[in-house]
């Protein structure tokens, strides 16, 4: 990897205080106030900024990029490392060639919600099948840097699944907490085939986030939660790429979901930056959307007003987001107030509708991913989206993170005490099971033909 544009350093700075500091403690929180920490970069005053960021100079280094066969440049995170914070060697870059991930039109979706400019940014389309490796190959490789032998997070299973492959691949031990039966197989399975050790804890995603703090400071452990400001670094490369591949015209709005609120933090933070470069024009508006069993943030804003967090004892299907007290909370309650965007929860059939719908595009995404599109629905509804508005869905994990929930949608086992939704049920393609007979293929079809006219 050989610098082209000048490269500049980073320090730490606590969300709270404001305290500054060159280097950051195990469990990434102020010395002074116990607040997060976030990565800045001193360097971009608005003086030295126009000297060594000229915003046309970078994007066109970012794109000659795309012609280079070296790793740091086929990665679509590394290939934006003038935005990230800097490796003291590339050697240390653990990289899966993450990102690059492909923008979507919706034109089924954009039908059922009037919206003709409907984008879906598809993160699951990472080598793990999540967003959480653009924020791992950053983190892991200052991991490595560092010359920890051990790292750890606690986990809904995305975050295990990706932590467990950075791992494997940069030569260092994963140690993976999950809460016990709420994560789905296909998540764990990852986990354990990278070869991390994984320990399924009695208690929730929030008790194993509270164990690995305490283990972190006890221990030479390298934490690997989006608390890490270096995993929010990485995953800033989701929006600045999603700018890219609208040739730097934003969209009115980008709506991500919200479990510990790190993605969200981290999207609006390179919003926030890239609108300070001078790389856009404007700011989207970033909204965050919840499970209504898991809406801490809702309700922190709601009841709250965003000053004081509001836990709730999470419970949903979508187990990605089951998370009642996110650590990123502040963070993203001054992401949505810099950019004006708004924040909502769905139900567990709203969910369920929206995977189907975006399933029915070809597309697929897990169920945390749904809430977007159902979001998106509520803010229609409200007003606060326009239909001529553009907007981009944040699809944050693969259709194929959780098996069991799509299975239990088309088979009719999810919602039984409820009573019958039509448009649900007209969403509902169950496998069947027939005679080894042309006959029976025949009717079928005919059967299939009649419903539907
Ligand atoms: N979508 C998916 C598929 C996720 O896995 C997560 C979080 C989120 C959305 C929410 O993102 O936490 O940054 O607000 N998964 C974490 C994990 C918690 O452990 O895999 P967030």
Redo the contacts with the bound molecule.
């Keep these: 990897m050989r610098p082209v544009a000048p490269q500049p350093a980073f320090s730490f700075r606590c969300i709270a205080c404001g305290h500054a500091s060159e280097s950051a403690g195990q469990d990434f929180r102020c010395a002074h106030c116990g607040d997060l920490v976030e990565i800045v970069n001193p360097q971009w005053s608005e003086s030295d900024q126009k000297l060594a960021l000229q915003p046309d100079r970078l994007k066109s280094i970012w794109k000659q990029r795309r012609l280079s066969p070296a790793p740091a440049d086929l990665s679509g995170v590394w290939r934006f490392r003038e935005l990230l914070p800097v490796l003291a060697s590339e050697q240390n870059i653990i990289t899966l060639r993450e990102g690059n991930t492909p923008l979507y039109e919706l034109p089924q979706c954009s039908r059922i919600t009037g919206v003709p400019h409907l984008f879906a940014k598809h993160q699951?389309m990472n080598p793990t099948g999540?967003?959480?490796d653009t924020g791992m190959t950053v983190a892991a490789s200052f991991a490595r840097q560092a010359e920890f032998r051990w790292v750890a997070?606690?986990?809904?299973?995305?975050?295990?699944?990706?932590m467990a492959a950075y791992a494997a691949r940069g030569g260092l031990r994963g140690l993976v907490l999950v809460p016990d039966g709420k994560i789905s197989w296909s998540?764990l399975s990852q986990a354990l085939d990278y070869g991390a050790v994984t320990c399924q804890l009695r208690t929730d995603?929030d008790g194993c986030l509270r164990l690995l703090q305490e283990l972190v400071r006890r221990a030479p452990v390298y934490q690997l939660?989006?608390i890490n400001p270096f995993r929010l670094e990485g995953?800033k490369t989701l929006a600045i790429e999603l700018m890219e591949q609208l040739d730097w015209q934003p969209p009115d709005h980008i709506i991500?979901?919200?479990?510990?609120?790190?993605?969200?933090?981290?999207i609006g933070k390179a919003l926030i930056e890239m609108y300070k470069l001078g790389l856009i024009s404007r700011l989207p508006k970033l909204s965050?959307i919840q499970a209504e069993g898991a809406n801490a943030l809702v309700r922190t804003l709601r009841e709250a007003g965003g000053r004081q967090l509001i836990s709730v004892r999470a419970e949903t299907r979508a187990t990605?987001?089951r998370?009642g007290n996110?650590a990123?909370w502040k963070k993203?309650v001054h992401v949505l107030a810099e950019t004006g965007g708004a924040c909502e929860d769905v139900s567990e059939a709203e969910i369920a509708q929206a995977k189907a719908e975006i399933g029915a595009e070809g597309i697929g995404c897990?169920p945390?991913?749904a809430v977007t599109l159902a979001g998106l629905k509520k803010l229609l509804r409200q007003g606060f989206v326009q239909p001529q508005d553009s907007v981009v869905l944040v699809l944050?994990?693969n259709v194929l993170?959780d098996p069991d929930f799509t299975m239990d949608f088309h088979r009719g086992e999810m919602f039984r005490e409820a009573p019958t939704d039509a448009q649900l049920e007209s969403l509902r393609r169950p496998p069947i099971v027939l005679d080894a007979s042309l006959d029976a293929i025949l009717r079928t079809l005919e059967r299939f033909e009649k419903s539907i006219s």
């Design positions: 699951g999540s967003f959480k997070c606690a986990s809904t299973g995305n975050t295990s699944a990706s998540k995603f939660n989006s995953q991500v979901p919200g479990g510990n609120l790190g993605n969200s933090s981290a965050v990605a987001i998370i996110p990123s993203a897990e945390a991913s944050t994990g993170k």
